[in-house]
Every structure is written in structure tokens, then in C-alpha cells.
């Protein structure tokens, strides 16, 4: 059917920096704070830019731009991943340390915001470039490091191969080994057990009290995920293994969909095969829209920032949304779910599970010690159904939405510290 009437598409900013400031004071204003204090807190504390040369395999050098921002210490050290991607912007990255400020005040563990990046495609270097980008980096970003100053982990495109490499580079200048300057290493080399699931496991424990709360039965809900990487995979796995339904998914190459629900270990294999879900055997392929618009419970968008704005959120049927990315919202896109009566779990409170078991790493590596899996999935849980609990009564209290309510309780906590602290000097 053509439509008769053209809609004006949204032109709403994408700068996602921007995007964080308007979330930012519109949890200000719920919380009535006064300019002030607004301003102690708004912007990053530390930002920088570093060039990062690298011998390439063809013998040529070759620029990168990197970046490591730390947006709020207050709580704690800065805490924050480190993504390699085209698409990093200093924006970007300052939007995503904004995020880690309140991602680790609104589950209450003692670390600020941080977050790094270099704008770089992984997928077309080799394995010894980008050793020596990694490593190149961390020296620019060296001085600004640190297991009681900043700690980098895994974000997209960076795994922890490369979170060894950093470890090595740090502890070579330090001259004897310092696990705790960042986390989501390899087990052998202080990582925890659980890690590389807690940010899957997070959003799953989430998607429970979400459930529970509406009342929808997870057992045979319809689920769709876009983006699978880390985060998504998992977390269809984990959905799968509850028994829900994962009907569709996505990644950069391509959609796909089973009306029945898709084979999703089966769909790992093919993934870790071919480098995409695309093809899968027993599943159509569909467009992103199409995605979006399907008939389902919960959608878990697990790509990148933005994905769903102002032009596409009028697609979406499902009953809740679970974000597994970080930012995949815009605040246009937020009204339109609201007015839709669609259930948001924001990115800062849904896939807080990773920083968490981040913090469980540094704890142990501080200590010495290694937990194993069931007590770190046992905290894990605690602490992310804690935070949707604490989350919904402001949620309630205020009568507003959840993305604000979070925003709000986790910006109340920094302000908090803040002024307990007081304004040095
Ligand atoms: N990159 C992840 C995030 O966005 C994890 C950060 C961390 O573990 O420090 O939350």
C-alpha cells in the first residue's frame, strides 16, 4: 500500500555527546538541581587526544586518532571501555563516558566514568597491527592510567587479547605486573570467570524483573535482537535457553528471521564461521525495518548508538525494549515509545552487567583471589535486580519514565558524593 501522506523524516542531531547533555538535564530537572551543581558535574574532567602511529604489514606508517576520556571521578576511579571502530569520534566517546559515570552510580559500585577509542577498522588489520596499535595507544594513554586512576575493559571490537596487551605494556613500564589497570582479561591472566558473559547475563537478569513486573512469561515470549556481537549473542543464547523465542536477529551484514524461532547455538557456529548471521540456513532475510516492525515481546537492540530515532521508533511493536548497546535511543525516539506505552530498560541499567563483573575482576585482582562462577553470577544477579528495583520506585515515585528515573537516581548519587566531597580547592 502507498501512503498518501509523506511524513517530514526527523532531523533530529546525532551527535550523541549532545544527545547524553539533553538526557543529562532533563534528569536534572526531575531532581530540581540547581545550576551550580549542574555545572560541577556536566562535563568530562579529563579529555585526550592522542596520535598513534603504526608500522603497518605493508612497511608503511599509518595514523590513527585515539582518544580516553574521564568524565566524573567522584565515586571512584574512572571505569570504562575501549572501543576500536571507524565510526569512534571524540563525541562518541565522550557520550560514552558520560554513560559510565551513571552506569556505575545507578548500580551503586565505587567507580567513576571513563571511556577510550581509536577510530580504526580491526576487520581489516592484521593481528600483529593491531598488537602494535594496542600497544602504541596505551603508551600515548599511559600517563592518565591506572588500577586506583582509570580502568579501561573491553567494548566493541576489542577483546581480551588486547586487554593482555594493554596489561603487558602498562606492566613493562611499571616494571613488575599490574593486573588491575584493566579488566576483562584472559583467565590465566587475572580475568574473571564470567566476565565475557556479565553484560549478556545483566541484560537477561533485566529482562526477569521487566518481566515480572508487566507480567509476561518469558517462556515462549517473541524476541528480537539486533546486533551480534558480545552483548547480543549472549544474550539470544541466554533468552534461548530460558525458552523465549528469538524470532529474528541482526548484524552490520544483514537481517534474518524464523517465525518459529531461530536455532541460536546453531546460529553462533554459523556466525563464528562465515563472520555473519546472514545466510543462515532455515531463516528469510528481512530488512532492518522490517525487523524492527516485527510482532514481539521484547526487543533487545545490542548494535550501536542511535539505531533507533526519531524516523524508524514508530515500527516498533514489542512490549519492552532491553538495551544491550549503549545509547541505541534517541530522545526523539524515547517520546515516541512513551507514547506507545512500550517498556524501556535503559542501555546504563540493562547492560550494566559488564562493569560489574569488571568491578568483581578488580576486586579480585586487588585481593589476590579468584571466585568462581557461581558466586560471581550469584552477586551479579543481586546487584542488577537490586538496581531494576531501586530504578522502578523512582520510576514511580517521580512518575516519569525508566531512562529518566535511572538517570536520575544514578545522577543523584554523583551529586551526592560530590558535595560531601566539596569543590577543591
Ligand atoms: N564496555 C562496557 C560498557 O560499556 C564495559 C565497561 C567496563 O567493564 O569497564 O559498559
Redesign the pocket.
Known amino acids: 500500500m502507498v501512503p498518501n501522506t509523506v511524513e517530514t523524516p526527523s532531523v533530529e542531531t546525532k551527535n550523541p555527546y549532545q544527545l547524553a547533555m539533553q538526557n543529562f538535564e532533563k534528569a536534572a530537572d526531575v531532581l530540581e538541581l540547581d545550576e551550580d551543581t549542574r555545572t560541577m558535574i556536566r562535563n568530562p574532567e579529563r579529555v585526550l587526544m592522542v596520535n598513534v602511529p603504526v608500522r603497518m604489514d605493508n612497511g608503511h606508517i599509518q595514523s590513527f586518532t585515539g582518544y580516553r576520556v574521564q568524565h566524573n571521578t567522584a565515586r571512584g576511579p574512572a571505569?570504562?571501555?575501549?572501543?576500536f571502530h571507524p565510526g569512534v569520534t571524540l563525541e562518541e566517546v565522550m557520550a560514552?563516558a558520560t554513560?559510565?559515570t551513571w552506569?556505575c552510580a545507578v548500580v551503586n559500585i565505587p567507580?567513576g566514568g571513563?571511556?577510550g577509542g581509536v577510530a580504526c577498522n580491526p576487520k581489516e588489520m592484521s593481528t600483529g597491527e593491531i598488537e602494535r596499535l594496542t600497544r602504541r595507544y596505551t603508551s600515548a594513554i599511559l600517563p592518565i592510567i591506572g588500577p586506583d586512576i582509570d580502568?579501561?575493559?573491553?567494548?566493541?571490537y576489542t577483546n581480551s587479547q588486547i586487554m593482555a596487551w594493554i596489561m603487558d605494556t602498562y606492566s613493562m613500564t611499571r616494571g613488575h605486573l599490574v593486573p588491575g589497570v584493566v579488566?576483562?582479561k584472559p583467565l590465566c591472566m587475572g580475568g574473571s570467570v564470567g566476565?565475557n558473559e556479565?553484560?549478556a547475563r545483566g541484560v537477561f537478569n533485566t529482562i526477569e524483573c521487566a518481566c515480572q513486573h508487566l507480567k509476561i512469561r518469558l517462556k515462549g515470549a517473541k524476541v528480537v535482537v539486533q546486533g551480534f556481537g558480545n552483548a547480543g549473542a549472549i544474550s539470544a543464547h541466554l533468552l534461548d535457553s530460558a525458552q523465549a523465542d528469538v524470532i529474528a536477529v541482526s548484524d552490520s551484514q544483514g537481517c534474518i528471521y524464523n517465525a518459529d524461532g531461530l536455532h541460536i547455538p546453531k546460529l553462533m557456529l554459523h556466525k563464528e564461521r562465515t563472520g555473519s548471521v546472514k545466510g543462515f540456513p532455515g531463516s528469510e532475510a528481512i530488512t532492518p525495518e522490517e525487523l524492527l516492525g516485527l510482532d514481539c515481546d521484547i526487543l533487545v537492540p545490542a548494535a550501536l548508538e542511535n539505531m533507533i530515532d526519531g524516523n524508524n521508533a514508530r515500527l516498533i511493536r514489542a512490549k519492552i525494549v532491553a538495551e544491550a548497546a549503549?545509547g541505541p535511543v534517541t530522545p526523539e525516539a524515547d517520546a515516541i515509545l512513551d507514547d506507545k506505552g512500550i517498556f524501556v530498560i535503559p542501555?546504563i541499567l540493562c547492560?550494566?552487567g559488564?562493569?560489574?563483573?569488571?568491578?568483581f575482576?578488580w576486586v579480585q585482582n586487588e585481593q589476590h583471589w579468584a571466585w568462581d562462577l557461581n558466586e560471581v553470577n550469584t552477586r551479579l544477579e543481586k546487584v542488577m535486580k537490586r538496581s531494576f528495583q531501586e530504578v522502578l520506585e523512582v520510576q514511580q515515585q517521580r512518575k516519569t519514565n525508566m531512562r529518566t528515573a535511572a538517570n536520575a537516581l544514578a545522577i543523584s548519587r554523583v551529586v551526592e558524593a560530590s558535595t560531601i566531597r566539596g569543590l577543591y580547592p
Open positions: 571505569k570504562g571501555g575501549i572501543r560514552l554513560w559510565m552506569k567507580y571513563g571511556k580502568i579501561p575493559a573491553p567494548d566493541v579488566t576483562g566476565r556479565a553484560t549503549n542501555d547492560n550494566a559488564g562493569v560489574t563483573v569488571s568491578y575482576e
